[in-house]
């Protein structure tokens, strides 16, 4: 029995067509771009975590994963701080 006969017809896969598996990274451009529109949104909370994701090159689940405790003491921010990441 053939795999193409067991499918159902007119059945189109929900990432057809779509992009699938690692995308290309950033270019400085686009980088810039989302940068300074953020800073004219004046999204200072976006602004940070975009500039910290770029700098640390950290994963996405290990960035939303951050806790204020993470990265200040009191009330001073850490000027280096150590962040593992999580493999799954």
């Known amino acids: 029995m053939d795999a193409t ?3 159902q ?3 189109v896969p929900w ?3 779509k992009l699938t598996g690692q995308k290309p990274p ?3 451009r686009e980088i ?3 940068r300074y529109h953020l800073q004219q949104a004046k999204e200072v909370r976006d602004l940070a975590m975009f500039n910290l994701a770029i700098d640390s090159k950290l994963r996405a689940c ?3 994963s951050l806790r204020v405790r993470d990265v200040a003491h009191s ?3 850490v ?3 150590m962040v593992m990441q999580h493999k799954t």
């Open 62 to 64: 290990d960035l939303v």
């Open 75 to 77: 009330n001073q921010v």
């Open 32 to 34: 810039w771009a989302i």
């Open 26 to 28: 950033l270019k400085l």
């Open 5 to 7: 006969t067991t499918t």
């Open 79 to 81: 000027p280096r701080t």
């Open 9 to 11: 017809p007119g059945h």
């Open 15 to 17: 990432n057809k067509g």
